[in-house]
């Protein structure tokens, strides 16, 4: 992840570094200093390093006190054994970092070459969203009514909103969004972000949005008594629903993934699995069986992939965000587990599917 960017001589310094111990020092994208992975990451590296301005040598150091959990950086700059810069940085100053992308060496052509092409393409490419909004209509039109069409792609649309609202509030820029027949939504971004939080964040707003516009479809629908608005609460729980599966590239795997990411303890990790836990056997006990089921092998997925959790390249979430990330998280999947439960108990046979669904 990047840790820093500051000024050097009239050129940017970046250092990038993760929880296993690794850092890579970079001056106007140039590398300078690097350090391995070590078997003690929590040691903390001087990176010295020689820098050539108008035929002339100059002997600079950076000095890096780290701290991973809560976070905490300060730094020294000498150069010449001069300091010239030294601060303290917190978690709220990485999210405003704007990640800039080590260089790479240029490949041949390949598959996965043509692949981000291909996807750079399809980001930029305003008439693809057209398209696909109305391959979307069509689609559900075909399935449902085009007046529940046209009301499913509102729900879609707020969904991805949500996301879109979380990347604005971090200072990310936008593409907009897409909409995929028969597969919903998405929110794309041309920036990436440097903390876990930022990932729960953005994650669950999606969902959260969702949720919020459920229940006022649900209040709706008992002071008008009108159906729609009811169909409209318990179908749209339920693409919410399982946005939130611990699955990725789902919504639900990225906020539990950086949930499992950030955890350092043992107490840590069997709290999250305790929950997991939880959340499958309410699941069986209030009758959603395929629910509980997906939820087990998400989170089976998540915990095999936990090993990998000093190699990410996100700073990780502290322990009050971790407890405020599993709290938003299952408050958001037991509301909407809620509706489609309350709704799926009466005679109705179509507001009924929902639950029929995960009971299966």
């Known amino acids: 992840m990047q840790l820093l960017r500051i000024d050097c001589l009239g050129r940017e310094l970046r250092l990038e570094g993760s929880m296993a111990g690794w850092q890579a020092l970079y001056w106007d994208n140039q ?108 689609a559900y039109a075909w399935l449902f009514s085009i007046q529940f069409a046209i009301a499913l792609i509102l729900c879609l649309v707020f969904h991805e909103y949500g996301h879109i609202r979380a990347m604005k509030y971090f200072g990310l820029k936008t593409k907009g969004i897409y909409l995929i027949p028969f597969v919903g939504g998405l929110a794309l971004s041309d920036d990436k972000i440097n903390t876990r939080w930022q990932d729960v964040y953005i994650s669950i707003m999606g969902p959260f949005f969702g949720f919020i516009l459920s229940c006022v479809c649900l209040l709706v629908y008992w002071i008008t008594d009108i159906e729609l608005f009811a169909g409209l609460a318990v179908f749209n729980a339920l693409l919410n629903l399982f946005n939130l599966l611990p699955v990725l590239p789902l919504d639900g795997g990225h906020i539990l993934k950086s949930i499992a990411f950030s955890m350092n303890s043992v107490v840590g990790l069997v709290a999250c699995v305790l929950a997991a836990v939880g959340g499958i056997f309410a699941s069986y006990y209030f ?74």
Not at 44 to 62: G, M, R, S, Y
Not at 289 to 313: D, Q, V, Y
Not at 326 to 349: R, V
Request: some cysteine; aromatic content about 8%.
């Open 31 to 138: 590398l300078v200093s690097q350090h391995n992975a070590s078997a003690d990451p929590s040691s903390n590296p001087v990176h010295l390093f020689t820098l050539q301005a108008d035929q002339t040598e100059i002997q600079c150091k950076l000095s890096v006190d780290l701290t991973w959990q809560p976070f905490s950086l300060q730094y020294q700059l000498h150069v010449n054994d001069e300091i010239i810069n030294q601060s303290a940085l917190n978690e709220k100053d990485i999210e405003r970092q704007e990640v800039v992308q080590r260089p790479k060496t240029p490949n041949k052509i390949s598959i996965i070459g043509l692949g981000s092409l291909a996807l750079k393409l399809f980001k930029s490419a305003k008439v693809i969203k057209v398209l696909f909004a109305a391959g979307s209509l069509a």
């Open 287 to 360: 009758g959603m069986a395929l629910l509980g089921f997906l939820l087990a092998i998400g989170s089976i997925e998540i915990l095999f992939e936990w090993k990998r959790r000093h190699f990410s390249e996100l700073l990780p979430l502290d322990r009050y965000g971790q407890l405020v990330s599993a709290l938003w998280y299952f408050t958001t999947l037991g509301g909407l587990s809620a509706i489609i439960w309350i709704l799926g108990q009466g005679e109705n046979q179509a507001l009924a599917l929902p639950l029929k669904i995960l009971s299966s």
